[in-house]
Each structure stands twice: as C-alpha cells, then as structure tokens.
C-alpha cells in the first residue's frame, strides 16, 4: 500500500517540478515544493526501510521490539500535509 502511494506521489511532484522549471514560481512556490520533496525523501530513504524492515520481521512471525519509527513517519507525513496545504494557498492566492 505504502509502495504504490509513494510512487503515486513521486510521479505527481515530477510534474509538480516540470511546471516548476517551465513556469516562474515565486521563491515561496519553489521554498514550499523542496521542503515537501525533502520530506518525501526522508521518508522514502530514512524511514520507509526500516519500517518495511521490522513488517517483513513480523510477518516472519517475530516479535520485534517497540519502535519509535513509526512515530516518525506519521509526523514526517504531518509536516508534508501542512506544507502542501500551504504550497496550495499559495498558488491559489499568487
């Protein structure tokens, strides 16, 4: 589930960043895509392998120990929420 929606929102910030180097964004457009693409990438590089890491030990039938990473995530995918939404105020209000 996890793979196809990051996929999913890999390919929209690829076209998210085409219209960006065809257009002329204001410097808050191009602040406010880096930092959701930064996020993504943190979760992608650092969060999302230890996650799969740990599920892959579950469904082995292991019990792993509590993890904070998790956590991690859910605020990392907050952050990217909020600044989309502010990424979409911006545009809708330029």
Do not use: C, W
Not at 28 to 47: D, G, M, N, R, Y
Not at 69 to 86: D, M, N, P
Request: proline share 4%; hydrophobic share 60%.
């Amino acid at each position: 589930m996890f793979r196809a929606l990051n996929r999913a929102e890999i390919a929209l910030g690829v076209v998210v960043l085409v219209a960006i180097a065809v257009g002329q964004p204001t410097a808050s457009v191009t602040a406010l895509f880096a930092t959701v693409a930064v996020i993504l990438a943190a979760q992608l590089i650092a969060v999302r392998p230890r996650l799969n890491r740990r599920s892959d030990r579950v469904l082995a039938g292991e019990t792993p120990p509590r993890s904070t990473v998790h956590l991690y995530y859910v605020a990392l995918e907050t952050a990217k929420v909020l600044a989309l939404l502010a990424l979409g105020i911006r545009l809708l209000t330029a």
